[in-house]
C-alpha cells in the first residue's frame, strides 16, 4: 500500500483533514464530527483517495457482483412516501400489478436453466400478502429450488405482516426463517432521522423498528444490507446520523453485509420538484461512506439507479461491489427516472465495465462466497451460452 499520510499532505494542508487521513492510515475509527467536516469540507479527490485506500486494504483490486433476478409481488402500496415513483395507491389499482402465489413461482420457473444464484423479492405492502402468504411462497421456491438464494422483505413488510399476524417480531422472524428465507435486502431504511422520516416515508416502520428486525434477524445468525436514500431534503448531519445508527448497530450484530446508498431519484414522485444531486455528490457520497463505515465490508453501487458509468467509476470511490445482471427484472428504478430504463447487463459485460477500470472481477454468490474469479478471464469471441442476454452495446 502507498504512504497515505504522506500523500494527503500533499493533497491538502487543512490539518482536521490531514488528522483524518491520518486516523484512515493507522486504522482508527473517524468519528461523527470527522464525517460531517469531510461532508462539508473535503473536496471529491481527497475523499476518494481515502476511500480508495481503504477500499484496496480491504479487497485488492477485487470487485463483486452477483447473478441474481428481482421478483416485485405486487406495485400497490398501503404507504405513501413522498420519493416513491412505483407504487400505485389503492385508489389506482388498474395502474398496478399484484401476483399471485402461482404467478410468481412461474417467474422463479424461467430461471431454472439460468446460472442465477439469488432472487431478490420485495415490493409494495398490502393485506393480501401476509404472513402465511409469504412462508408458503419461500416454502415453495425452497422446495422448487433449493440453491437458490431467496433475498426477501424489508422491516416495512415485516413490521406490517407481524403486526397484522399479532405476532412478536421475534417469533415473525423465527418463522420467515423456517419457510426458507435465507437473507433481508436493506430496502426501507431511507433516512432515520424522526422529523425527515415522517416528512418522506410517515406511516411506515420506524427507524428503531428497522434496527430492531435486523437486530433479530441478525441475532438468528443471518445477514443483511442495509441502505440510505439521500439526496432530497435531509442534511450532511441526517447522513452521518443514519450511518451512525447502522455502524452502532454492526458493532454489536456484526450481521450487515453491505452498504448500499440510492441516490434519490426524481421522476414522477411528490418530491419531483426536488432536483437530483450531482454525479460528484454521489461518489463524494461513496467515498465518505466507504471511510465511515469501518465494520462494514462492502460499499454497493447499485447500478439500475445510479447507471452503470457512475457505478463504474465509483469502484475509484470505495465501491467494491456492483450487485446483479438483473436481467430487466426491477421497475422500481426505471419508474424512478433512472438512465437505465430496461436494466440488464450479462456476466460478460459486468465484467467488462469492472475491467475497463482496472478492477477485477470476481462473481459472487450473496453471502460473498466466491463463484467464481473473472481476473484474466478469456471471454472468447462470441457471447457465453446460457448467460443472461446482452445489453444494447454503448
Ligand atoms: O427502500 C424508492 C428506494 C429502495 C426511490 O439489499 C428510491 O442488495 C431512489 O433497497 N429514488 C428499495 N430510490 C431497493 C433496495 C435495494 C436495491 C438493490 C439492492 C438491495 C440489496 C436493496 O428503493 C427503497 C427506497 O429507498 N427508492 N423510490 C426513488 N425515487
Ligand atoms: Fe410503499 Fe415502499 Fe413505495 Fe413506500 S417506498 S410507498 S413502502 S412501495
Known amino acids: 500500500m502507498y504512504d497515505l499520510k504522506k500523500m494527503a499532505s500533499t493533497l491538502t494542508s487543512d490539518t482536521t483533514l490531514i488528522n483524518i487521513a491520518n486516523k484512515v492510515a493507522d486504522e482508527t475509527r473517524i468519528t461523527n464530527d470527522d464525517c460531517l467536516y469531510l461532508f462539508d469540507y473535503a473536496d471529491l479527490g481527497f475523499v476518494g483517495t481515502l476511500a480508495n485506500y481503504i477500499r484496496e486494504k480491504k479487497h485488492g483490486k477485487k470487485t463483486f457482483f452477483n447473478r441474481n433476478f428481482h421478483i416485485e409481488p405486487t406495485n400497490i402500496c398501503l404507504y405513501t412516501c413522498t420519493f416513491c415513483s412505483y407504487s400505485r395507491l389503492i385508489k389506482q389499482r388498474t395502474d398496478g400489478w399484484e401476483y399471485t402465489e402461482d404467478e410468481i413461482m412461474e417467474m422463479v420457473k424461467k430461471y431454472d436453466d439460468k446460472p442465477v444464484t439469488e432472487v431478490h423479492i420485495v415490493g409494495g405492502v398490502l393485506p393480501q400478502y401476509d404472513v402465511p402468504f409469504y412462508e ?15 433475498k426477501a422483505l424489508t422491516p416495512v413488510e415485516y413490521h406490517y405482516i407481524f403486526k397484522k399476524a399479532k405476532i412478536s417480531y ?21 433516512i432515520f432521522d424522526e422529523e425527515v422520516r415522517k416528512e418522506i416515508a410517515g406511516g411506515k416502520c420506524s427507524a428503531d423498528q428497522w434496527l430492531d428486525i435486523h437486530r433479530i434477524w441478525h441475532k438468528l445468525g443471518k445477514r443483511s444490507n442495509a441502505t440510505m436514500l439521500y439526496g432530497h431534503v435531509e442534511t450532511y448531519a441526517h447522513r452521518v446520523d443514519h450511518m451512525d445508527r447502522l455502524r452502532t448497530l454492526q458493532d454489536e450484530t456484526r450481521g450487515f453485509q453491505t452498504f448500499i446508498p440510492l441516490k434519490f431519484r426524481n421522476k414522477d414522485n411528490q418530491m419531483s420538484h426536488i432536483a437530483e444531486v450531482s454525479a460528484v455528490e454521489d461518489l463524494k457520497n461513496y467515498s465518505i461512506s466507504r471511510i465511515y ?53 450479462s456476466t460478460r459485460d459486468l465484467a467488462k465495465i469492472i475491467e475497463a477500470v482496472g478492477k477485477e472481477p470476481v462473481e459472487r454468490d450473496t453471502v460473498y462466497n466466491v463463484v ?3 481476473t484474466n478471464y478469456e471471454w472468447g469471441e462470441e457471447p457465453l451460452k446460457g448467460y443472461i442476454s446482452l445489453p444494447t452495446a454503448n
Open 170 to 190: 421475534q417469533e415473525g422472524m423465527e418463522r420467515m426463517l423456517a419457510a426458507g428465507l435465507d437473507s433481508m435486502p436493506g430496502g426501507g431504511a431511507e
Open 372 to 374: 467464481k474469479d473473472y
Open 293 to 345: 463505515l469501518d465494520n462494514f465490508d462492502h460499499i454497493k453501487a447499485y447500478w439500475p439507479m445510479i447507471g452503470r458509468s457512475t457505478a463504474q467509476i465509483s469502484l475509484q470511490y470505495g465501491v467494491d461491489d456492483m450487485d446483479g445482471t438483473i436481467d430487466d427484472t426491477t421497475k422500481i428504478y426505471s419508474m424512478a427516472g433512472s438512465e437505465e430504463q430496461s436494466p440488464a447487463l
Open 136 to 150: 408458503s411462497l419461500f416454502k415453495r421456491i425452497r422446495e422448487h429450488r433449493s440453491d437458490l438464494h431467496i
